[in-house]
């Protein structure tokens, strides 16, 4: 299932109809806002965001090689979640599926018209932890697992409140590491959250994601398939097919010249 007909999907289990993303405030929030407020206000965001559910529709625009990709966010109330991901895996050309469950996270596979494949899925990581990059479409970091770190006003962070992206809802937040030689916690950027916590968009070192349409979010999500030992899919486009070039219903043996 594409990630667009995932979402339809969504408000039919879910009993709601789509919302388009609300237009920012004609007076958006003023940057230069920094710590302590900016950094109590994206903790106290951050909170609020892990207790909210929704499924919602984004578009991420791809910052390396300029393509927009569907992605549709399933958040459930009990804290699992599901992120979709269009043309994101063997080299752009497959959609992907990272689900977090009590068992760890996973990689599915995705059905569609141009992929009509039976749905599995491999396990890529413990519970809460972040998938590898080979692995991984990156952005279902976005949704859930940097928010214990931006409630945490102890980690190594460098917060400020800064004008919305274009076309944001909600106020934004600059993130930044605070130590140039220590790897961030984080994908550094700039963060969105609507009042309620749903995050309407990024910037990232990979992309831009923007919100589409929202709806109330499940009580739980499912693994879409069944648990498989992998391997699972890579960044990187299949190697072509090997082409055998003894011609059709000859053996090596009879084009060799006879003496």
């Avoid at 990630?3 to 789509?18: D, F, K, N, Q």
């Amino acid at each position: 299932m594409s990630a667009a007909a995932l979402l339809v999907g969504c408000i039919a289990a879910c009993g709601g109809s789509p919302e388009a993303a609300p237009t920012p405030s004609a007076s958006p929030t003023t940057g230069g806002n920094t710590a302590p407020d900016a950094r109590s206000g994206l903790a106290a965001t951050a909170a609020l965001a892990a207790d909210k559910a929704y499924a919602a529709l984004y578009t991420l625009d791809d910052d390396g090689s300029g393509r927009q990709h569907n992605v549709v966010a399933t958040i459930a109330a009990d804290g699992t979640w599901r992120v979709d991901v269009s043309d994101a895996m063997l080299g752009d050309t497959t959609d992907v599926s990272i689900v977090s469950t009590a068992a760890g996270v996973y990689q599915c596979t995705v059905s569609s018209p141009s992929n009509p494949v039976t749905p599995t899925c491999v396990k890529v990581a413990p519970a809460g932890k972040r998938v590898a990059k080979n692995y991984s479409p990156q952005v279902e970091r976005l949704f859930r697992q940097w928010l214990p770190v931006f409630r945490d006003r102890q980690s190594a962070l460098s917060v400020t409140e800064v004008q919305p992206l274009s076309g944001a809802q909600g106020i934004c937040y600059s993130i930044d590491s605070i130590a140039a030689s220590i790897k961030a916690p984080v994908d550094i950027g700039i963060y969105c959250y609507a009042a309620d916590g749903v995050l309407t968009a990024a910037r990232v070192g990979f992309g831009v994601l923007k919100l589409v349409s929202q709806v109330a979010g499940p009580k739980t999500v499912a693994l879409p398939g069944s648990e498989v030992p992998g391997p699972a899919m890579g960044q990187d486009a299949l190697p072509p097919p090997a082409v055998d070039p003894t011609p059709s219903g000859l053996t090596p043996s009879a084009l060799t010249p006879s003496a």
